[in-house]
Nanobody
Framework: QVQLVESGGGLVQAGGSLRLSCAAS????????MAWFRQAPGKERVFVAA????????IYADSVKGRFTISRDYGKTMVYLHMNSLKPEDTAVYYC????????????????????WGQGTQVTVSS
């Protein structure tokens, strides 16, 4: 089992920045891709960004390209989401996810590719 705990959410004004963190524990050896998803009120959970186990593959949703950056600290089994130029439409609960049975070189955007999920952290962007 892998446990994921997110932190770093909060309230920020439009144009501001936040950094989300996700700490993995438990059976972390063998974690492949890690990703961030988000879910706005009344909407489905959607893909934001993913990074492969190798770190060589990184993908972003079109809505956050150029504003968000995903990174990974392998030694600490952490994944981060640096969010800049935040917009009110970025308001959502942000979830960290980990893939333990996929390819070391892939960074999937499909929810079904990820076996483990955190509890989420709220990000609210005021206009």
């Amino acid at each position: 089992q892998v446990q994921l705990v997110e932190s770093g959410g909060g309230l920020v004004q439009a144009g501001g920045s936040l950094r989300l963190s996700c700490a993995a524990s438990g059976r972390t050896f063998g974690i492949d891709a890690m990703a961030w998803f988000r879910q706005a009120p009344g909407k489905e959970r959607v893909f934001v960004a993913a990074i492969s186990g190798s770190g060589g593959s990184i993908i972003y949703a079109d809505s956050v390209k150029g504003r968000f950056t995903i990174s990974r600290d392998y030694g600490k089994t952490m994944v981060y989401l640096h969010m800049n130029s935040l917009k009110p439409e970025d308001t959502a609960v942000y979830y960290c996810a980990a893939d333990h049975s996929g390819s070391y070189y892939s960074a999937p955007s499909r929810r079904a590719a990820y076996e483990y999920w955190g509890q989420g952290t709220q990000v609210t962007v005021s206009s």
